[in-house]
């Protein structure tokens, strides 16, 4: 763990241990944290607070790059490290992962110098107003193993990069990760107790975190049932919730089916399908759905390869961890019994290191209110939905309690914007896979929905991360 610019161990010095997904093996050990060692962070977050924040913007812009170059100089050992401890493939993903990492440094750096304020007029003559944002405070940090360097980075940075203190506490199944990079962030010498890092159990680190007075915001990334907890825990303080998604891949008569089989490909087995973006219902006119599925499968077969991360070739390696393969269990056999058929895959694949490894998998005729249609999956599935008409699949993808994002193959622009229109996601891709997005554009659930409140992406981040102050100035004036 790192506190007040320190490597230390946990208050009971109790540790856990980190086993790879990818080949079964013992990683590291990792010291087990509990709400004491929650509160020792949040303590020394407080006292870096505040002199953090009167540091200029441009001098927190300078650690922010600091940071990327550090991560930059050590691509090599962190994309290893990502696969070894989370699965992903080294070529095919974890490489590409660690790049965005530092752009996302790099932005919140450059995102912070441009934070601005306001001018408003005053109603009284005379008076002058000034509306300037000011941090928050200290803001805890929950994040995910999907994207375990990304997904944090999403928060952290622009949270330190306008003036706040940070308490991250990262999954556990993904600590390793969670260390190397946090060394990069304790390489470029911020002052004390500005970045902290306590890992352990969520529902014992993450809801002290979450409830604790020390902390005056909270951004989360993971399901929707951590999400709520973390909602509930967090009341009354300012909240940033990116959750789950069941959000669909929408293919219409008139799609370009070579196409949307790519795309789908991307939707549906990127990072192994463990995306809240990912494809997890594929909605296609019944029209042309046999052939989507046919070139769907073939297509599989041909670019998807299953196996060692660390092999140039794989393009897929292991499931993170069992509760996931386990759910993937479970809705593949719940579609099956309610009459869909197995195209491809369909089970885990034998001869490997563990029993993370899940054959990629087609599902035809499933059924919309099959598990695996309705639930998040999270896992690398292609179950397809026939459906008779754009307003059918605007209906299904309105059924959902998700609303984070959409996408739709159409060769008709006003039917895509038709959708658009009336769905109700927060993000919405025409003619592009449903796990495209870009890291400045604002990325988040709609409202009242199961898929959170707020947005990360950029600048908007700091929305959540600050608040304004206004100044009312009155000039005294001589006799």
């Known amino acids: 763990m790192f506190l007040a610019g320190d490597w230390q161990s946990s208050a009971s010095g109790e540790m856990f241990e980190a086993t790879s997904p990818a080949t079964g093996e013992l990683i590291a050990t990792v010291p087990q944290g509990d709400r004491e060692d929650a509160r020792r962070a949040i303590g020394a977050a407080r006292q870096g607070a505040e002199g953090w924040a009167r540091e200029t913007a441009y001098a927190r812009a300078e650690k922010m790059h600091a940071i990327g170059d550090i991560i930059g100089a050590r691509r090599e050992e962190l994309a290893r490290t990502l696969s070894l401890d989370q699965g992903k493939p080294l070529r095919a993903e974890a490489y590409d992962e660690v790049d965005e990492l530092i752009e996302y440094w790099r932005m919140a750096a450059e995102d912070g110098k441009r934070l601005g304020g306001e001018l408003p007029n005053s109603f009284s003559a005379g008076k002058r107003v000034l509306v300037v944002m ?73 809801d002290e975190i979450a409830r604790n007075p020390g902390t005056d915001g909270v951004g989360f990334i993971g399901s929707t049932g951590t999400g709520r907890l973390v909602a509930q825990a967090a009341a009354g303080k300012a909240t940033l919730l990116e959750m789950g998604g069941n959000g669909p891949l929408v293919v219409l008569e008139d799609a370009d089916l070579d196409a949307a089989v790519d795309a789908t490909l991307t939707a549906c087995y990127l990072c192994a399908g463990q995306s809240c973006t990912a494809g997890e219902r594929i909605l296609v006119h019944r029209a042309v759905e046999g052939e989507f599925v046919d070139l769907l499968a073939r297509r599989v077969t041909e670019r998807i390869l299953l196996g060692d991360p660390f092999n140039d070739r794989t393009t897929m390696g292991p499931l993170n961890n069992e509760p996931v393969a386990m759910k993937m269990d479970e809705h593949v056999d719940d579609a099956v019994q309610r009459g869909a058929s197995v195209v491809s895959g369909g089970a885990r694949a034998p001869g ?128």
């Open 134 to 206: 000011r941090a928050r405070g200290v803001v805890g940090v929950i994040s995910p193993w999907n994207w375990p360097y990304t997904m944090p980075a999403e928060l952290i940075a622009p949270a330190l990069a306008c003036g706040n203190a940070v308490v991250w506490t990262p999954a556990p199944t993904t600590a390793v990760c969670a260390i190397e990079l946090a060394r990069c962030l304790a390489d470029a010498d911020l002052p004390p107790g500005v970045f902290n890092l306590v890992t352990g159990p969520g529902p014992v680190v993450g």
């Open 352 to 479: 490997h290191a563990t029993p993370l490894y899940w054959q990629p998998t087609v599902l035809a005729g499933v059924p919309a209110d099959a598990r695996v249609a309705v639930e998040d999956t999270f896992g690398r599935v292609a179950p397809v939905v026939a459906v008779d008409s754009l307003e059918h699949a605007i209906e299904l993808t309105n059924a959902s309690p998700y609303g984070l994002l959409s996408a739709i193959f159409t060769a008709d622009l006003g039917r895509g914007l038709e959708f658009a229109d009336r769905v109700r996601t927060g993000w919405v891709n025409i003619n592009e896979s449903s796990n495209y997005w870009e890291a400045h554009l604002p990325f988040g659930g709609r409202s009242g929905s199961d898929s959170g409140i707020g947005r990360v992406g950029g600048s908007e981040v700091m929305r959540s991360f600050t608040e304004p102050q206004t100044i009312v100035l009155t000039p005294h004036t001589r006799a």
